[in-house]
């Protein structure tokens, strides 16, 4: 047979041409593969697509039984499994879409190399590359394979339920859910609606908290840092462990004890009444506005000694020089540190803020461990409160009233705020462009 | 005044004299004032002097006035004669004028209620004196620090430093105290004990602490090993090698991470349910190794910076790629290493929102995050919080050390990203 009839072939039979090539295991194996997702199509994949496009039709309910004369329980679809087997049957389809790729290319590189006369790798030689030239199989198989099952069929999962009405009203499998277009994201934008009202606020508190925690702890972290680092503070380690400290406890932990610290019975009151320092309890927590401060400081407790370590790092690197000639010009610290220091600094760190940035905006951790979203307040949706950031209400949502398609319409905003804030990094960053000039 | 002195900066000698003698004078000044009632720190003192039973922190009060009085004595001894010996001594006596003159801040109201001079003192009754005498200690204390010429960042450090501690201390007290309960109306302990660690650990005890721990230890060695080797391998075929979808991969990867990652918790808990895995630490090792690949930038970013050369000269030598890692890329990156392997432990012990949601009411399968977290819910932590305490200490400890150990490898991969 000729190259090209061969090349053909193997565009519906994987393998053929590997097998034609002499590789005739992996041929083997190709069609295998291949044999078997088209079993799993026809007895399972195609149904289950099939049914994705509806999510259930039967209700589960009382059916009148004529055999026996009375009522039965009749099991309804399940939307949910309907639409998880979906995503499955999806993603495999997916894999093996590059699989199929993969085995076309894999044989046209066998049909080049036996024309040109150079030598087919048999099986074992092909399970011995896996050390050496393509060891890219052996170890991105287990992330591929992980990411593949517990981040991307989840996520794809995730994605769809936004344009379902899958929410406390329709549960399964008591309930069905349909599909609902993009109805979710017009209630929760820009309908008059009390979702409406609740997500705006809880957007502007996010991305005010989001600025605030990244800037007081990166200004609070360099301030510290340069004190630690000038040439006059002796025993520079010890001053660093002791900030070291909060970092190292766990966050839960000094946030939940920091959260009890500050309750209205909590020893800050305690002592700032001992003190004379005020006649009744300071509603920290309680009070929405006094909450957001707490949290904001709280969350400066915790977050300036990790930027204080990063930036020790960074003050090293800027050259002593300039602050000599500085010195010798008559610079006041304050002036060296506003040319000299923040410009560097500034310059080197920006996609750290954008990052950090990006991190406080999903910063889950210290809003659920200090207030978990409370005070609460009776006008926003279920569950909200003041101190609420999108994330921990996603999390509220899915977890208390189980509106899992509000959970995700939330989720793909909260993906689009942050891929807005990388695509700004990126295009000031030319990290990009800079990794291919260490190769 | 043209006189040199060699160490000292005397440019700010008159300055630092001034600032004595304004705090003494302020210690004749109204210091409180309520009800029309005036004293001034002196007579303060008196009252205290006369008082019966007299409050401990009393000595705050006799401490100043020493403290101030003995500084101005100093600022005399150094007009007359200018050391260095008498101006550090004189800075040593001045920083601690200055601490009282804080303290006094928060003990005030304890001692004039003590004595009997008021009664329902709030700090706001405080006068000018006292404030004007806070305010020129610490300006003082900076101008003797400039001629001596000493950082003054150690004020700043020393008052940032109390502070940090602050909640760090209280914990580790609570953990120590004897008398049950949230809402204690002291700071320091009236009994120490080392019984709440004990109740932790007992063999009836309702909360399974030994278990949490032995479970958050299980999972936290094989995440420390397992997603440490995936992290470093990927880093590794990300940075020295180049394929087809090389950079789709690393595209993918980035656009993943932007979602919140617990958006899908219900689903990945569906999928572990239909493997028949729920509710087991297997669950919560197998999804940490899954999604440890989205860490890889930092690793990689230090993987480009070992030369590429090193490689080819090694593949000239006839090394696999396999080899290349474990014997050239690996021994190199002892730092990267550690980070790795530092961070996916610390993160088993602080992770708490996918196992909270796996267990559910399973309290045997606990982490300590989520054993924790359940007793300061508000039905149980009147009753546990001095366990809680010790709980929270005995999680704090060994990760302490191992970070304070490993404190430079960890700033050297955090250096690392904000470079990378």
């Known amino acids: ?439 | 005044m043209n006189r040199t002195v060699i160490g000292l900066n005397l440019k700010y000698f008159l300055n630092s004299i001034i600032g004595a003698v304004v705090g003494f004078i302020c210690l004749f000044l109204p210091y409180a004032s309520k009800d029309g009632q005036t004293i001034s720190l002196i007579t303060g003192a008196g009252h205290i002097l006369a008082a019966d039973n007299k409050p401990a922190l009393s000595i705050i009060i006799i401490f100043l006035i020493l403290f101030t009085v003995l500084s101005l004595a100093l600022a005399v001894f150094n007009i007359i004669k200018t050391t260095v010996v008498g101006y550090k001594a004189w800075q040593c006596v001045q920083a601690l004028s200055t601490a009282f003159w804080v303290f006094a801040m928060f003990s005030t109201k304890t001692i004039l209620e003590g004595v009997g001079v008021y009664s329902n003192f709030l700090n706001r009754y405080l006068t000018f004196g006292y404030w004007i005498g806070l305010v020129a200690a610490f300006v003082t204390l900076i101008y003797i620090m400039k001629v001596t010429q000493t950082d003054r960042g150690y004020i700043a450090l020393t008052i940032m430093s109390v502070i940090w501690m602050f909640p760090i201390l209280w914990i580790v007290l609570t953990a120590l105290r004897e008398e049950p309960g949230y809402y204690v109306g002291y700071f320091f302990p009236k009994h120490l004990t080392l019984k709440n660690f004990a109740a932790l650990f007992a063999e009836d005890s309702v909360i399974p602490f030994t278990k949490w721990w032995i479970n958050t230890f299980i999972v936290a060695m094989f995440a420390c090993v397992l997603n440490t080797f995936v992290i470093l391998s990927t880093s590794f075929i990300l940075s020295r090698t180049r394929f087809a979808g090389r950079k789709a991969f690393m595209n993918i990867l980035m656009i993943i991470g932007l979602f919140p990652g617990f958006m899908s918790l219900i689903a990945v808990y569906n999928i572990l349910k239909g493997l028949g895995i729920n509710q087991s630490l297997v669950a919560l090792i197998v999804v940490g190794v899954a999604g440890a690949a989205m860490g890889y930038h930092i690793s990689k970013g230090f993987f480009d910076t070992i030369p590429k050369a090193i490689d080819e000269a090694a593949i000239i030598d006839g090394a696999s790629r396999a080899q290349i890692f474990f014997h050239i890329i690996l021994p190199l990156s002892k730092s990267i290493i550690v980070y790795q392997a530092l961070g996916a432990f610390l993160g088993a012990w602080s992770d708490y929102i996918f196992p909270s949601m796996l267990f559910g009411d399973k309290q045997s399968s606990y982490t300590v995050a989520v054993g924790l977290y359940w007793l300061t819910d508000f039905r149980r932590i009147d009753a546990y919080y001095t366990q809680f305490a010790a709980g929270a200490v005995i999680v704090a400890i060994p990760i302490v050390i191992l970070f304070v150990w490993l404190q430079r490898f960890y700033v050297e991969g955090l250096s690392g990203s904000v470079k990378g």
């Open chain 1, 1 to 439: 047979m000729n190259k090209n009839t061969i090349s053909k072939i193997s565009y519906v039979v994987c393998g053929a041409a590997n097998a034609a090539c002499g590789q005739i295991l992996k041929g083997l194996i190709f069609l295998a593969i291949e044999i078997s997702y088209i079993l799993y199509m026809v007895l399972y994949g195609a149904e289950k697509l099939r049914d994705l496009a509806t999510l259930g039709e039967n209700v589960q309910g009382m059916a009148f039984n004529e055999a026996l004369g009375i009522y039965e329980m009749t099991a309804g679809d399940n939307s949910m499994l309907i639409l998880l087997s979906g995503v499955v049957t999806i993603v495999v389809t997916i894999a093996f879409i590059l699989f199929w790729l993969f085995t076309i290319s894999s044989g046209k590189e066998a049909l080049r190399r036996a024309e040109e006369g150079k030598h087919n790798n048999n099986f074992i030689e092909d399970v011995k590359s896996l050390a050496n030239n393509n060891i890219r199989f052996l170890f991105l198989s287990v992330p591929v394979v992980g990411l593949g099952v517990f981040t991307v069929m989840p996520l794809i999962y995730m994605i769809l339920m936004a344009f379902t009405n899958y929410d406390s009203n329709h549960q399964p499998p008591g309930n069905l859910f349909n599909w609902v277009g993009i109805k979710n994201f017009i209630t929760l934008l820009s309908t008059s609606d009390r979702l409406s009202s609740t997500f705006w606020p809880v957007l502007g508190w996010t991305l005010i908290w989001g600025f605030a925690a990244t800037f007081t702890c990166y200004f609070g972290g360099m301030i510290l840092a340069i004190i630690i680092n000038s040439n006059g503070i002796k025993f520079k380690k010890v001053w660093r462990t002791i900030f070291v400290f909060t970092m190292a406890i766990p966050a839960f932990i000094s946030l939940r004890v920091v959260a009890t610290m500050l309750g209205e019975k909590g020893i800050f009151n305690v002592l700032l009444q001992q003190w004379g320092f005020t006649a009744s309890s300071l509603p920290f927590l309680s009070n929405a506005t006094w909450a957001r401060f707490s949290v904001i400081i709280v969350n400066f407790w915790i977050g300036v000694p990790v930027t204080m370590l990063m930036v020790s790092g960074i003050l090293m690197n800027i050259p002593g020089e300039l602050y000599e000639s500085a010195k010798i010009d008559g610079a006041s610290p304050f002036m060296m540190f506003r040319k000299i220091t923040f410009p560097y600094m500034w310059f080197v760190t920006t996609p750290y803020i954008i990052s950090n940035l990006i991190g406080n905006f999903n910063n889950f951790n210290t809003i659920y461990f200090l207030t978990a979203g409370e005070p609460l307040t009776l006008d926003y949706y279920k569950g909200a409160g003041k101190t609420d950031l999108l994330v921990t209400w996603l999390y509220k949502l899915t977890k208390d009233s189980n509106d899992y398609n509000l959970a995700a319409t939330i989720g793909i905003i909260i993906f689009v705020i942050s891929a807005i804030f990388t695509l700004v990094s990126f295009s000031r960053s030319n990290a990009l462009k800079n990794e291919e000039g260490f190769s």
